[in-house]
Structures are given as C-alpha cells and as structure tokens.
C-alpha cells in the first residue's frame, strides 16, 4: 500500500487568508423571489435592475426558482427595476442600511406581444473566475457536423483524430453537462460524433477546475453543456447530414421535448451510416534497412444513439428526475498494409510484406442517472444536490491479420504465410454516488459534499497465430481491473468588495486498485494512495471592461484501464502492445494569468509541471522489424503557454473569433530508450469567421482557418499541417427549416506528421483522417418552442478511462 499525503503551499493559505481579512464588514446584500401575480408560478430570467442615487447600476437575471441577488452593496438609496416581457414593468424604491430580502410579483401586460425577437446576445468568449467559456450559437462553421468538430473549434483545445487535449498540454477530462465521459479515445470519439453540433450550447474550457469536480485529468476539464429549453409546451427538431469524402454517408436524428408544468419530459434518438478512408504512412530506419509501410483503411461508421428521461417538481423546493442513455456503435473497419524493406546498402528493395486486416469493431454503453435537489430556503438557494449514477459499458476489437511475404522479384517467399487473431473484448461497469450542499451567504457561498466511485473493468484477450512451418499458438488472457475512490471536498468564494473576487477549495480522493491477470503467475497489483488537491482563484476587476483572474490547481493522472493488461494485443504483424500492471497515477501543478477587456480581447499566461507522468514507448526491435508498445511512468514535463484570443462581434455583418497560442514543452525521460531530453516552442493559430448576408441573418457563409507550426509533445517532434473549412447556410419558413453546406479541409493539407527516437532507430509517420468532405445538412424546428428539458440528466456520467 502506498501512502502519499500532499502538502499544502503556505504561501497560497497566507494570501487567501490576507484578503478574507479584508472584506469590508460595510456591505450589505439585497434578495428575493418574483413570481407571477396570476399563477403564483417562479419567473425566471426576469430582468433585474439595482440603480444607485449615483446612476451606477448592477443588472443579473433571476434563476428557475425565480431567486435574485445583489451582493456587496454599501448602505443608501437605490432604485429596483424589474422587467420581463408580456410583463408590466415595476419599480420599486429602497433605502438600504441592512441585508433586505424583497419578493415581488409582476403582472402581465394587457397588450402581450404574439412574436419577439431577441437581439441581445451573450459574448462569444466569456471569462469567469475559474473556466473560459465558448458559446456556440451563431458559429456556422459547426452546422452539419458534431460535438467532436465543435471541441476542434474551441479555443484552447486541440483535436487530432480521436486524441483531444488542450493545446500545448496532455491529459484532459472531457465532460457532457457536468459529469465525465469515461470511454476510451475511440469510444469517446464515436460518442462525440453521435451528439449534433446544434445541440451544443456551450463550451466550458476549465484548466484549473473548482474542487467538486473530479481531480482526474492533469491539464483540466472540457465540460460540454447541452441545450435546454425552458418554457412550456412541446417541441422538437429533426435533422439529415448526407456526406461525400472519398465515400458517403448519412446520420439523422430527431430530438423531442414536452413540459406539462411540474412534469418535463425529453427523449432523442439519432443515428449514422457511413464511411471514411484515411491513410496512413510510416518509414523505420534500421541499421541495415529501411521499412516503408503504407496503409489504407477503409472504415464502414454505423451507431444509434438514444437518450429518455423526465423532471418532476415534488414540491416547491424539491425535484426528482432520472434519465437512460444508450448507445451503439459498429464501426466495421478493413484495411490493407504494404509494407517495402529497402537495403540501406544497395537501395534495392529486399522484401515485401502485404497484410489484410479485419476489424468488426463494437461499441456499446448504456446508463442511467438519478437525480434529487432540495432547496432549504424559500428562493431555492440553499440546497442539497444528489446524484446517482450506473453505466455499463463494452468494446469488442478483434483484429484477423492475414500476412505474407514477397521477395524482391515478387514471388510469395515459401513458408512465410501467417493468420493472426488478436482479440480484446473489454467491458466495464460503474458505480457513483455524488452529493453536494449549496450555503449562500449574503455576498458568499460554502459548499461541500462528496462522491464514491465503484469501476470493474475486465479484458478478455485472444490470441491466435497459425502459418506456413511455424507452430501454433493460441493463448487466451482475462484481466480484471478495480478501482474505487472515495471523495471529498470544501469550496469557498465570496466577493471583496466591488473589484474582488476570490474562491478557494480543497478536494481529498483515497483510490484503491486491483489488477489481477488470471493466466499470468503472480500477477495481482494492488495499489492505495491519498491526495490533496488545493486549488485557489482570485479575480480581480478593475472597472466594466478590464477583468484580471489568477489561479492554481494541482490534478492527477491516472492511467487508462487498458494500459495495466500485461498481455500481448497485435493491432497488425509487426506492431502490437503491452500493458504495464505497476503503472503509478502522476501529479500535475497548475497556473494560470489571465485578463480580458471588454469581452472580446482575451489573454492568458499558463504554466505547468508533472512528473513520472504515464507515456507510451515505441519499442521498434531491428531483429525482428516489430514495434512494441509499452507503457512506462517515464516522463517529466514542464510547459507555458501565451494564448492570445481576439474576438470581434459588434458588426451585424461579421463574427470573428482569432486566436494565437505561443508554448514551450520540456520533457526529461528517465528511460534508457529515448533521448534524455527533448524541448522546443510550439504554436499554432486559427481564425473563425461568420458573414451575414443579409440583416435578417438568414443567409450566411463561414470561413475557418487553422495553422499548426511544428512543435515538440513527449518524445515526438510534430510537423505542421494547416486546413480551410468554408460553409453557408440559409433559414426558410419563418427560420424553422434551415439548409447548410459545408466544405471541410478544402485543400486537403490536414496531413498530421511526427517523428521519433527510440532504441537508436528513427521511426517518422503521416496520416489523413479522410478530412475533406463535403456536407450538406438539413434541420427543421416544429412545435412551439417552448419546452424545458431537464436539467440535470445527460445520462454521460462516468464513462471515463475504460478502454484508453
């Protein structure tokens, strides 16, 4: 068992005890609820004014529970202003010398409005003091496509294929409305794809997140959050993508909403048909020869996505709701591998190896969600928040590889066929319970809770190699790996005053492993450890426009179930994996400097250490041409990123969201294999861009642009690549029916490109995920528009690091 408690920097406790000291005991804090005159019903997003006798004014929204808050006021006259449409305006005066709690109805207007048009639009880039948030309407450019393409749109995050990290960084924890997305990369990446881009809300980009978040992830948490509707009545919307690359393809889906007052129902079920080839090239260069691979896929994309659940109100203060997830998918994948072993002597050609491989991949998950609030206050702000979540999830890859070999003239060398079945049926089951109680204060909040997390996962592994004069081999292998953490935490943030803001948390997590490979002789690990991970924001806002925030946190990486499994899985013949059962979670310290002006200017300054983090070693033998990988704790990195973004959104004509990202990684590795050092600077740019057509904005076009320079991650030095994704689209029938077209990686440049080290040898790849495509994409909004779908259920809870 190993036992490891952290330490608290004394420098961090010392500042946030020096500004809690000096919150002014002057401030006082003005509350209430509004409610409908004639229903006695919450409002909710009622316009909310507090003006001073000195014309300075505050302005929030009231929540669903039609609460409303003004926090650090000095004593004096104001003036409470409330509007809301359909609504009579109400005005009300106040002479504040002490905390004052006003509840107010408003009554409806005798001349209401049939249609509004609202104008008024969030920022595209928001900075809060602990996340950066991206909010997705208007960008045409994601129109047509899916959640991952919208994650590629994000600023900060970086996608490669199925790999999502934020840029200049590794190991991120991507979320859907608050809870973890626990699949594997390519299970991850296929869920992502089955979620449309319309049904995205927001982007929340959290590279120090607040403590009642899970401390897995070393770099931060991506949170997607969903679209919710919220008046009553029923709606829906259906969707059609057809898509052409070098094949086609189709997905479809529709997505309902019914709210019957104290009952909210949702459901949705989406699906997709398809294919894509990418390419993939490799060359190793041996001492006495040099192997030139080549690979083509073809993968055949197919998966039905579906989600039902309900919200009911109890009570005034109390709700119950619950959810089911499932999804399925079936990606059948063939691919031919042609591999040239060229004599570095002579430069003529040795050998050829050709391989046929066939994958008939399966994804499948299905979860469910529980969820209870209870409010112990009349406005709904003190509260209790429980969660209950199971998720059963299974990934099935056998890979059949047939291989023969050529000799130089052509001819199929006698005894050198081989059949090879690698097989790795994984499975995993998930448990969590999660709670958490809200304390506001007047001009602060307290909140605590906790969370306990059960995961089973189980590998069951095949192999089988039968050929021309070599013996057969057929070995099976079942791998069952627990984890269980224990968690709890505190979270503190107030307001100092008008300018400051400061929020502070701390989060302990005790995790218990056991992996147990059952044909491998004395091979149960076990393992225990604790730790502490602090994390502290201040903000600071010097007037309307210019905000500074700095913070620090410290997360965990703890390796993918799959990477513990010892036993050997052959992804083709000369190239299979090892799993490492003595593999140690690694820690991470963040920080962060940031400040924005005038919501569109946003600039932030990051630095990050970790050491003995987790990596993936390319073994390539030059007696055998075989690549193993294996995964070692063998790295320490140290990376700071500059991240510059520019937004322009006041022209009624034009959007534009630029950003720049300048960063350096240092990485040390403690292993013989590779270089003991490898560091270089890194950057990469992109511009997204929105034209309106017309002043309606019912026609309009996009142009996205992005360039990665070379940069340096691990032990891989990566070449630049850049793209250009162009697309229009135009509303009809009064903006429910909405016809899109989009060209993706235009020039086809998408070409991904590294190269590597290890064992003397030097090993460069390049691959094209198939990225240029043309879709088009039809949506159609029916009903009245005015539902409210729950909002606590995704049904995404926990489906994290199984099979990665």
Not at 63 to 85: H, M, N
Not at 170 to 177: L, Q, Y
Not at 199 to 206: D, P
Not at 443 to 455: A, P
């Amino acid at each position: 068992m190993k036992l490891t408690l952290t330490k608290v920097i004394p420098g961090l406790a010392g500042i946030a005890m020096l500004f809690i000291a000096n919150v002014s005991s002057g401030q006082i804090a003005v509350s209430g609820k509004i409610i409908d005159s004639s229903t006695n019903s919450a409002l909710e997003l009622v316009t909310v004014r507090l003006q001073s006798a000195a014309m300075q004014e505050k302005v929030v929204s009231s929540d669903s529970a039609g609460g409303y808050t003004f926090t650090g006021l000095q004593p004096g006259r104001y003036k409470l202003v409330l509007s809301f449409i359909n609504f009579t305006e109400r005005i009300l005066p106040l002479n504040l010398g002490k905390d004052t709690i006003v509840n107010l109805s408003l009554s409806r207007s005798s001349r209401q409005l049939n249609a509004v048009n609202v104008n008024a639009r969030k920022p595209v880039l928001e900075r809060k003091i602990d996340r950066l948030i991206f909010n997705v309407s208007n960008n045409i450019n994601v129109i047509g496509s899916d959640a991952l393409e919208v994650l590629s749109h994000t600023p900060q995050v970086k996608v490669d294929g199925n790999s999502i990290s934020i840029i200049g960084k590794e190991g991120v924890t991507i979320m859907i409305n608050d809870r973890p997305l626990q699949l594997g990369p390519e299970a991850r990446a296929a869920y992502l794809k089955s979620i449309p881009a319309e049904s995205v809300e927001r982007i929340e980009v959290m590279t120090n997140p607040p403590a009642m978040y899970s401390a897995q992830g070393s770099s931060g948490i991506v949170n997607i959050v969903l679209k919710k509707k919220k008046d009553p009545g029923y709606s829906g919307t259906a969707n059609l993508n057809l898509s052409k690359s070098k094949s086609g393809g189709a997905s479809g889906g529709v997505n309902l909403n019914y709210n019957s007052g104290k009952m909210r129902y949702f459901g949705s079920i989406n699906s997709a048909k398809g294919a894509h080839i990418p390419t993939y090239n490799r060359t190793v260069f041996y001492e006495s020869q040099t192997q030139q691979e080549s690979t083509e896929t073809k993968e055949l994309s197919q998966f039905v996505n579906g989600e039902a659940g309900f919200d009911a109100d109890l009570s005034t203060t109390s709700s119950l709701g619950a959810s089911v997830n499932f999804f399925y998918s079936y990606p059948y994948q063939t691919n031919t591998v042609r591999a040239l072993f060229i004599d570095n002597k002579d430069k003529l050609p040795d050998s050829i190896s050709e391989q046929h491989n066939r994958e008939k991949v399966a994804y499948r998950s299905i979860s469910s969600n529980i969820h209870y609030a209870k409010a112990f206050d009349t406005l709904n702000r003190k509260r209790l928040v429980v969660d209950a979540d199971w998720a059963a999830t299974s990934f099935d890859r056998p890979n059949m590889i047939d291989n023969i070999l050529y000799g130089a003239d052509g001819n199929p060398l006698p005894g050198r066929f081989s059949s090879t079945i690698s097989s790795n049926a994984q499975s995993t089951d998930l448990y969590s319970l999660n709670g958490v109680v809200y304390l506001p204060g007047r001009q602060d909040e307290l909140s605590f809770g906790g969370r306990v997390n059960f995961i089973k996962n189980t590998n069951d592994v095949l192999l089988d190699v039968s050929g021309d004069g070599a013996a057969h081999i057929n070995n099976k292998n079942l791998f069952t790996f627990n984890e269980n953490t224990q968690a709890l935490f505190v979270n503190y943030k107030t307001d100092l005053g008008s300018h400051w803001s400061f929020q502070s948390g701390l989060r302990g997590e005790y995790t218990q492993t056991k992996g147990h490979s059952y044909t491998i002789p004395d091979s149960i690990h076990t393992n225990a450890y604790f730790n502490l991970f602090p994390t502290i924001y201040l903000l600071y806002k010097l007037n309307s426009k210019h905000t500074l925030t700095l913070n620090y946190g410290r997360r965990i990486n703890r390796p993918g179930f799959n990477s513990f499994n010892p036993y050997r899985q052959y992804y083709s013949q000369y190239q299979y994996g090892e799993g490492n059962p003595l593999l140690q979670p690694s820690i991470s310290n963040n920080f962060s400097l940031s400040e924005t002006y005038n919501d569109n200017l946003n600039i932030s300054l990051q630095y990050s250490y970790s050491n003995d983090q987790t990596g993936v070693i390319s073994l390539v033998q030059d007696n055998t041409r075989t690549t193993v990988l294996k995964f070692f704790n063998f790295l320490s990195t140290r990376s700071a990123l500059l991240s510059v973004n520019y937004t322009i959104d006041k022209i009624k004509w034009f959007q534009s969201i630029n950003e720049f990202d300048l960063y350096y990684n240092r990485s040390v590795s403690s292993l013989g294999y590779t270089a003991p050092e490898i560091s270089g600077w890194g950057a990469a740019f992109s511009s997204d861009n929105s034209f309106f057509f017309n002043s309606a904005k019912t026609f309009a076009g996009g142009v996205y642009f992005s360039y990665q320079f070379p940069d340096v991650s691990g032990i891989y030095n990566n070449a630049r690549y850049y793209y250009f994704d162009v697309s229009a689209r135009y509303l009809l029938l009064k903006s429910k029916l909405q016809v899109a077209i989009k060209l993706s990686d235009l020039f086809k440049t998408r070409n991904v490109s590294s190269q590597y080290l290890v064992n003397g040898i030097l090993t460069t790849d390049m691959s094209n995920n198939d990225s240029r495509r043309v879709t088009l994409s039809l949506r159609y909004n029916f009903g009245n528009n005015r539902l409210k779908k729950g909002q606590a259920h995704s049904a995404e809870t926990n489906k994290g690091r199984a099979g990665s």
